[in-house]
């Protein structure tokens, strides 16, 4: 409606009962600092003008000045979390504290004002303690262990990525714990890693096999795409772990292309035909649990190919008579909710 005619603004009749009931349940669900804050005056489009008078205030005013009004009829029944606060716990409240809902909201303008304090304390803690490398991001453990106050930081380092404040005391006991162990929200992962915490987002699930029937084609994995084509060899094979040039001469199709599991072996380029786990690989090149799970596998007749975006398999190298190539390329997809 507001876009149909052209309004500025959508205005609320939100007051400062409505202000006392939304700080009790921010304040019983966990919210922090950031639930304190109770409803805000103006979000966007929408401005609450009545926030300072109270309920009884307002009632008064309306009786006085005879003017109409509707009552919905869902404020009387207690099957919304807000009725029953409304008609339940504020009333015990101002049995005891008469003047409540006017001394809530004097502390709630207060709170409001501390967390402007606190959110710019917190941003320079976040500058300073998270270094983003593509989609993840690393948190140096050491220098995390001194800060203070360490668990209230922490919270708010991993409050954005969908962690509660249930699981910050394992979070915690992940400082002391050995490389791969991880604590998941329902979109992330924080992984101890060595030296750090890394903040990964859970991949999406994909297929574990994928068929590769021709070439060109394009291959998307979710995290990763894989592009195939058949070219003439080229003069000078690049240095790049993200493009792979394989000998035509040695492919057969289809090919697969899939994650990696305990017990594959191959034969790394460079090492004269000595034969390695992908796993042991993978540990010697020190590769991060959640990059671990992104290893794919491109395997031609049962034999591994490429251990894409770190070695090439030594049986299928590019020869002095090799005439044409296979070339893989494998390219990051963007975060989407970048």
């Known amino acids: 409606m507001r876009k149909e005619h052209g309004y500025a603004k959508l205005v609320t009749a939100h007051h400062a009962n409505d202000n006392v ?33 109270s309920k009884d205030m307002i009632t008064a005013y309306v009786n006085e000045q005879a003017i109409t009004y509707r009552e919905d009829a869902s404020n009387d029944s207690d099957d919304y979390l807000r009725n029953a606060v409304r008609h339940n716990l ?19 303008e207060r709170f409001g004002e501390a967390e402007l304090l606190y959110k710019k304390a917190i941003a320079q803690e976040r500058k300073k303690l ?39 005391p394992h979070v915690l006991n992940l400082m002391n714990s050995a490389s791969g162990h991880y604590i998941s929200s329902p979109t992330h992962r924080v992984i101890r890693n060595r030296d750090f915490l890394i903040v990964t987002t859970i991949p999406a699930d994909t297929a574990d096999m994928i068929l590769v029937e021709a070439a060109p084609c394009v291959v998307d994995t979710g995290k990763y795409k894989f592009s195939f084509s058949i070219e003439p060899k080229p003069s000078k094979i690049p240095a790049d772990p993200n493009i792979v040039y394989v000998d035509m001469g040695n492919i057969t199709f289809p090919l697969v292309l ?19 786990k992908v796993s042991r690989l993978l540990i010697d090149q020190k590769v991060p649990l959640h990059e671990k799970e992104e290893v794919r596998i491109l395997e031609c007749s049962k034999r ?23 070339v893989v390329k494998r390219t990051e997809r963007p975060n989407s909710k970048d």
């Not at 989609?135 to 220098?143: G, Q, R």
């Open 258 to 276: 899939r994650k990696w599991k305990m017990g594959d072996y191959f034969y790394p380029f460079g090492m004269k035909m000595k034969k390695k």
């Open 130 to 168: 998270m270094e983003r490398r593509g989609n993840d991001y690393y948190i140096p453990v050491l220098k995390l262990r001194h800060r203070e106050p360490l668990a209230t930081i922490v919270y708010e380092l991993l409050y954005p990525f969908g962690f509660s404040s249930a699981q910050l």
């Open 304 to 326: 591994i190919v490429w251990v894409s975006g770190i070695r090439p398999d030594e049986r299928f190298r590019v020869k002095e008579t090799t005439e044409q190539v296979l």
């Open 90 to 108: 504020v009333p015990a409240i101002q049995q005891w504290f008469p003047n409540a809902v006017g001394s809530v909201n004097e502390s709630i």
């Open 21 to 53: 009931e939304t700080l009790l349940i921010n304040l019983f669900k966990g919210t922090g600092i950031s639930g304190l804050h109770g409803i805000l005056p103006e979000n966007g489009n929408v401005v609450r003008p009545l926030l300072f008078a």
